[in-house]
């Protein structure tokens, strides 16, 4: 059963730093520089998660600091195999570093745990889709948020960040 779809999802966690690439909801423009570094295309077919969705005349990537998305609470089963599942890519110049990321992670009233970090580095790294999970059940009977986040955290590199088909399912 599907508990979670990726159109709950909204913008910004209060405490986004950065001062553009913010994330975005809609269907997505291709950018290119050296590969595709933000995706024409959805996995779902439409509106899919992505920082800067217009391509624009300039680079609308990430740029100084972290821009983050998170749905509104879900309140989890108190039984079942609880499983996290979305489709994510990074992409990045060869001028990142390890501090630029795309970041998921779950909230709680007890905190904040990282479940996947997906760093950057200084060699080209081209937009694709790939799959994610991540396991859900020790959370299970508690409202959590699902948290994601990208970031050009060090000096100004280009960074693109995308996400779509979210979803908690429980077995």
């Known amino acids: 059963m599907a508990l979670y ?15 553009t690439g913010a994330w975005e909801r809609g269907d997505p423009e291709a950018t290119d520089s050296s590969g595709p570094k933000q995706l024409g295309t ?25 821009t983050s998305i998170r ?23 060869d001028n990142a570093t390890a501090a630029d990321f795309f970041r998921v992670s779950v909230v709680t009233s ?8 997906a760093a950057g580095a200084a ?11 991540a396991d859900l059940t020790p959370y299970a009977g508690q409202s959590v948020q699902i948290l994601f986040e ?8 280009l ?7 979210v979803t908690v399912r429980q077995a």
Do not use: M
Request: hydrophobic fraction near 40%; charge should be negative; glycine fraction near 12%.
């Open 5 to 19: 779809p990726i159109k709950q999802l909204t913008d910004g966690y209060g405490t986004d730093t950065a001062v």
């Open 42 to 66: 959805t996995v779902s077919g439409s509106n899919d998660l992505v920082t800067a969705r217009l391509a624009g005349a300039s680079a609308g990537d990430v740029d100084g600091g972290t």
């Open 71 to 93: 749905p509104p609470s879900i309140a989890l089963p108190a039984s079942g195999t609880l499983r996290l599942g979305y489709s994510w890519y990074l992409a990045h110049a």
């Open 110 to 117: 007890s905190g904040t745990t990282v479940l996947f970090t």
């Open 123 to 133: 060699t080209d790294r081209d937009a694709a889709w790939s799959t994610g999970s």
């Open 150 to 157: 990208a970031a050009d955290a060090a000096t100004a590199s």
């Open 159 to 165: 960074v693109e960040a995308g996400v779509d088909n």
